[in-house]
């Protein structure tokens, strides 16, 4: 098989593996949450933007890409191989191979006299591999990354490569942005345009040596529209805020430089710290998303709490589109494709009232105080960072709160004349 046809393979495992349809039917969502599931298993972090190069790969066409070692290796290892070679050896398919009936040759009982000296070089080798091998881990321990705010969304970013050796390195800045670093030791500055809860690793040739979270607060709730890799943040709150809900004007697309026409997402978020513990908790919020008010196929709609090591996250559709329907918590991912989402299935051109608890990471769904869907997970959320209500056009939410296992409320929004903090 030629390389071409590895990767191919690679593809079509990876699509089995995680079960989220075919990845033609993939949206960015998908490749974050992919990215994040191989840097997990194997501390390698690829990009949105490289996996989509990958994974969107037109099998006939007469080019292909193919990426760098590393990311074979990483790819190879998600999939449970130790390395892309050994993918490789064990993914051998010759299409015009016919099968060959071997007759065994007859077994011959001998005895051999072992040399014991023959086994001496071997062992040396090994034990110097060993040994060079503690002495790079020790090596790729010793990179520093220091992140400080300096106004605003400007973060300055310190960083020190000067004790181990590499060939390219690059500081993850997440959702897909790199920013490669062109000398062993020094300092740069970011603006962060929007507001969230970024996940940022410090890479040596393709190899996480440093990790830190940093969140980028909203003051209160914001909305993001994106369409296809553009995301406006729009500024004017009037746009969004009105009615006494949340809920952006959907003649105003064309304004903040958006095609109508076009497939569009809504998000309207709220970054800050919620002192509540994603593992134990209960959300509650109204949510709404229709064609008369801006909405569009199938009318996803999504409710998420970011944390700081994982996420919270229940996506919605109307009846009949449950393919489209996702759960994430923790290192759950399920969709609609491959699980039985139905319940997910409800009518959005009416007001929903969704709750969602969690306890003790048993998660229970709840529509207008009906229990429809209850999972688990294992892996620890954290506290909350932040929450993003996205929707598939423009939808609405009202009537947030956000409530501690005694039922107090930790925070609530009802969106009357001003936006709340």
């Known amino acids: 098989m030629d390389n071409r046809s590895y990767i191919l393979r690679c593809i079509a495992l990876i699509e089995q593996k995680v ?7 993939w949206v960015d969502y998908d490749f974050k949450n ?12 690829i990009s949105v933007r490289t996996l989509k190069r ?6 006939d066409a007469e080019g ?9 290796n990483a790819l190879a290892i998600y999939l449970g191989f130790r390395s892309w070679a050994d993918f490789k050896q064990s993914n051998v398919i010759e299409p015009d191979q016919k099968s060959e009936t071997i007759t065994p040759a007859p077994a011959v009982n001998f005895k051999k006299k072992v040399n014991y000296r023959n086994w001496i070089l071997p062992i040396i080798i090994i034990l110097l591999c060993v040994a060079v091998y503690l002495v ?10 220091t992140i400080k705010k300096v106004a605003g969304n400007n973060f300055a970013f310190r960083y020190d490569l000067k004790a181990i050796k590499y060939n390219n390195a690059t500081v993850d800045l997440d959702y897909g942005l790199f920013r490669p670093l062109l000398t062993p030791k020094g300092e740069f500055t970011y603006v962060f345009k929007l507001p969230d809860n970024y996940r940022l690793k410090l890479l040596a040739d393709g190899v996480v040596l440093a990790a830190q979270n940093i969140q980028v607060v909203s003051n209160g709730w914001k909305c ?18 009105s009615n006494q809900v949340l809920s952006l004007r959907p003649d105003k697309i064309r304004s903040i430089g958006l095609d109508p ?9 709220n970054i800050k710290d919620f002192n509540i513990d994603g593992d134990n908790l209960i959300i509650e919020v109204d949510i709404k998303n229709d064609l008369k008010s801006g909405g569009i196929d199938c009318f996803d709609s999504s409710i998420e709490y970011l944390a700081e090591s994982k996420t919270g996250r229940v996506k919605f559709v109307k009846p009949g589109c449950a393919q489209f329907a996702s759960f994430d918590f923790g290192e759950v991912h399920y969709n609609g494709n491959f699980h039985d989402l139905k319940p997910f299935g409800i009518n959005l051109s009416q007001w929903q009232k969704v709750r969602i608890e969690v306890i003790k990471k048993q998660v229970n769904v709840f529509i207008n105080g009906v229990s429809i869907y209850k999972n688990s997970y294992h892996e620890p959320i954290g506290n909350v960072k932040g929450i993003k209500i996205k929707f598939k056009g423009v939808g609405a939410i009202d009537n ?14 009802s969106f009357d004349d001003k936006i709340a903090d």
Request: zero cysteines; aromatic letters at 12%; proline letters at 2%.
């Open 54 to 59: 990958i994974v969107r790969q037109v099998p």
């Open 19 to 25: 079960d989220w349809g075919k990845t033609h039917d």
């Open 224 to 241: 993001v529209v994106q369409q296809g890799l553009k995301e406006v943040l729009v500024g004017d709150t009037s746009l969004f805020n």
């Open 261 to 269: 026409s076009e497939d569009y997402w809504t998000d309207y978020r």
């Open 64 to 72: 292909y890409y193919e990426p760098q070692m590393a990311t074979k």
């Open 34 to 45: 992919l990215s994040d599931q191989i840097f997990e298993s194997t501390k390698v972090s």
């Open 400 to 413: 947030f709160r956000i409530m501690n296992l005694k039922k107090e409320v930790i925070y609530g929004a």
């Open 136 to 145: 790079w881990k020790t090596q790729r321990t010793s990179a520093e990354l």
